[in-house]
């Protein structure tokens, strides 16, 4: 690939399939695309648009950047809406390369490098199925939220700390096409929790490799984003993503995920409180308490349902006060 653009993939199967999933992208996809072309390569591409029957300009411009680059770039323009679990995935489906590259519309790739450097370490090594890197946070006004995310060591990574935590950003991954065949019947129901299944799934195939440079930013976008939702929803979004993830681990993980899952329900247990949701923290407090095994979290869970539960009464007490 040289430095006017990607190299076509008719006539040769692509190395890399970049798949760029859209709904009502038309403020961002031009830049995300821009991204993808400028990316310097000895190997062909293909980038897929899988758009969600978007409501504005998105397919035009997709269209657009297409008959400008029909040997690279092909749309999939949807009929209906069929969400965006959905949509990844079939998206995904049409890819023909070696390996995915994900990035949504609204985020995009600031190295030039970065197929090159991820391509090179799929393919030196059989026993890594995940390569990605550190990306920015960045708003749409274009501050700089983080310089550097995840906040993990670069290296390699396995099973047990992708359970602990997604550390994998999306526009960061490229990982081997048909991990994503793989996924159970229950991802479709999981959104937002897009990616974090298919990083397990990695994992329990091989190493996830987190390269020492940062090639991209994550765009935090209020309607989007779940980093920018606040804290609660992350810990109902992470604790729906643990009541399923069991039923694809083997024996011996299951116990790190229900613990896991334990401290979600305590963090939430803790918020709601603080927002004075006694009866929702206490429910969240037991759900705490029951996840783990019997003694894991002990200390915590303990206090976290003895707080909630006591707080839920003062909080019966004042009404029934009030009332009298």
């Known amino acids: 690939m040289s430095s006017e653009g990607p190299q076509s993939a008719i006539g040769n199967a692509p190395v890399v399939s970049v798949a760029i999933t859209a709904y009502n992208s038309e403020k961002w996809l031009s830049r995300a695309l821009d991204s993808v072309l400028r990316q310097r390569a000895s190997f062909p591409i293909e980038i897929v648009v899988g758009d969600d029957c978007s409501t504005d300009s998105t397919v035009a411009v997709a269209r657009s950047y297409s008959e400008r680059n029909p040997d690279v770039i092909r749309v999939i323009a949807r009929a209906k809406n069929v969400g965006i679990q959905r949509n990844y995935y079939e998206t995904f489906e049409q890819c023909q390369g070696k390996y995915i ?3 949504d519309a609204d985020d995009y790739w600031t190295d030039p490098e970065k197929l090159t450097l991820q391509v090179e370490v799929l ?8 390569c990605g890197h550190f990306v920015r946070w960045v708003t749409k006004e274009g501050e700089v939220q983080r310089e550097r995310y995840p906040e993990v060591a670069a290296g390699r990574h396995g099973i047990g700390e992708i359970l602990r935590r997604n550390i994998l950003p999306s526009p960061a991954v ?5 991990l994503h065949r793989e996924l159970p019947a229950w991802y479709f129901d999981l959104a937002p929790t897009t990616d974090w299944p298919i990083w397990v ?7 996830i490799v987190l390269l020492d440079r940062v090639m991209a930013d994550y ?3 209020p309607g989007s984003s779940l980093m920018a939702k606040g804290d609660l ?3 109902q979004t992470d604790a729906r993503f643990y009541e399923h993830v069991e039923s694809i681990l083997p024996a011996k993980w299951r116990r790190l995920a229900r613990a896991e899952k334990g401290r979600r329900y305590e963090s939430m247990a803790y918020v709601l409180g603080k927002q004075r949701d006694f009866a929702g923290s206490r429910k969240a407090a037991v759900k705490a308490f029951l996840a783990p095994a019997p003694m ?8 976290t ?3 909630a539960a006591v707080g839920e009464a003062m909080s019966k007490l004042r009404r029934g006060q009030t009332a009298g």
């Not at 393919?123 to 995940?130: A, G, H, I």
């Not at 990695?202 to 190493?207: F, S, V």
């Open 201 to 207: 799934l990695g994992a329990l195939n091989g190493d």
């Open 174 to 178: 490229m990982f081997r096409n048909g």
């Open 233 to 235: 929803v992350w810990y």
């Open 101 to 103: 590259a994900w990035l």
């Open 123 to 130: 393919d030196s090594d059989p026993s890594v199925s995940v």
């Open 296 to 303: 894991d979290n002990i200390g915590s869970k303990t206090k």
């Open 305 to 307: 349902l003895f707080v």
């Open 219 to 221: 765009m935090l976008t």
